[in-house]
């Protein structure tokens, strides 16, 4: 699917001043940026917006910090951090509206960039309150997202402002749409599906939909007990979403449907531990095997060596969530497995924010992966086939 928006490349810019909504929630550890990867995902929009003669104020928020001010979640870390990585200086307003943003931005040259503070540190930015999203409008004449992971949000920052202001996507935006809808819209075959972490609510939209285009879909992590609850079989003491265990027998009667595109696979074994500790001894059980006092922490040998050959024949794969709790050295073994076998397939490789991506950055697998998306829910969201408020609020195409 192409993006169907208008584009920050098709907008003559110079003159003008651009807010551009940018995901700039990235970690921090003693007042310093770890990870600066979605700061660099964002630096071909503002260079470009730069190159062609505009002031550029970027927007964004970081952590939670519930409607006022925290310390711990400045955005004065980022701001330095940008400005090493484009090599000019970056002005950091200390608030996101108000008198000295004003100020700020009145003063802003073309090709002077502004970082504004936090906006969840006003309440008005998860509440779309229509107020706040006016005095950040009035900051500039453009809007841009390029906040790819923020755009299943209802923010003021993300549908209030767009609907102010002359609005487009950013490139990142962009390459973010387009490479995960030819996951869902147009794969190479078999298109395989890789589905792990804790809960099978947060995915069941996802399952259903894949359950049509997919060809196999392979769960892993603490998901897959509720399935086999669901089929009577017990699981010890390991993580169960109760209320998935309904969802998934759904879910396994979908699949049974003689319609039903999609084969789902479940681990035939499971590396189970006594506690969730780092220094549990590994044991590898039957999946249907895991007796009281033990949890399973991890998909077993047998069934990461299964799902690494059919990731290996894989036209497209699609990978959202470990395996098991990969931070566990002992526990790490089936992760890595399926992280190994992504990265080295022929087929494209998608993989769609999270625990995820961070697995592939602890094994240092991030640069053989096709598309590594900057976002986690709005990535499942856009496969899902939900409308995306940030992007539909974005001016037509």
């Known amino acids: 699917m192409a993006f169907d928006r208008a584009r920050v490349q098709d907008v003559e810019v110079a003159g003008h001043t651009a807010l551009v909504r940018v995901d700039f929630n990235v970690p921090l550890a003693g007042g310093e940026v770890t990870d600066d990867t979605r700061i660099r995902a964002a630096l071909p929009t503002i260079q470009l917006l730069l190159d062609r003669g505009a ?14 001010p925290d310390p711990a979640l400045s955005l004065d870390p980022v701001a330095r951090r940008l400005a090493e990585l484009l090599g000019r200086s970056v002005a950091f307003c200390p608030e996101a509206t108000g008198e000295e943003a004003v100020r700020m931005a009145d003063a802003l040259e073309p090709g002077e960039v502004m970082l504004l503070e936090n906006l969840r540190f006003d309440p008005g930015e998860t509440a ?31 549908e209030g402002v767009p609907g102010l202001l002359p ?3 950013g490139l990142l935006l962009q390459e973010e749409v387009e490479r995960l809808s030819v996951v869902a819209d147009d794969p190479e075959r078999p298109l395989i599906v890789v589905l792990g972490g804790a809960k099978v609510s947060d995915k069941i939209g996802l399952i259903s939909r894949f359950l049509e285009i997919a060809d196999e879909i392979l769960i892993g992590g603490a998901m897959c007990f509720p399935f086999f609850r669901a089929q009577g079989i017990e699981t010890g003491d390991s993580l169960v979403e109760e209320e998935g265990i309904s969802l998934a027998a759904d879910l396994l009667a979908s699949a049974e449907a003689p319609d039903t595109r999609a084969e789902l696979v479940l681990p035939v074994d499971i590396a189970a531990g006594e506690s969730f500790d780092a220094g549990a001894e590994r044991v ?6 895991v007796p009281e006092g033990m ?8 069934t990461a060596a299964d799902y690494a050959v059919r990731i290996d024949g894989a036209g497209t794969v699609f990978w959202n969530g470990p395996m098991g709790a990969f931070e566990l050295p002992g526990f790490s073994l089936g992760t890595r497995i399926v992280a190994d076998a992504v990265a080295s397939t022929d087929g494209l490789t998608v993989v769609g924010g999270g625990d995820s991506v961070a697995a592939l950055v602890e094994f240092g697998l ?3 992966i096709d598309w590594v998306s900057t976002g986690g829910g709005a990535s499942l969201e856009l496969l899902e086939g939900i409308p995306l408020p940030g992007i539909e609020a974005l001016d037509g195409g």
């Open 55 to 68: 002031a550029v104020i970027l927007a964004s928020h970081l952590g939670r910090p519930d409607g006022s």
């Open 128 to 158: 779309n309150d229509p107020a706040f999203a006016r005095a950040l409008a009035s900051l500039a004449d453009l809007y841009v997202d390029d906040a790819f992971g923020a755009v299943h949000r209802a923010h003021a920052s993300t």
């Open 167 to 169: 609005s487009s996507g």
């Open 284 to 289: 590898e059980l039957d999946s249907d095997s």
């Open 295 to 302: 949890l399973g922490l991890d998909i077993g040998e047998k």
């Open 366 to 368: 991030t640069d053989s």
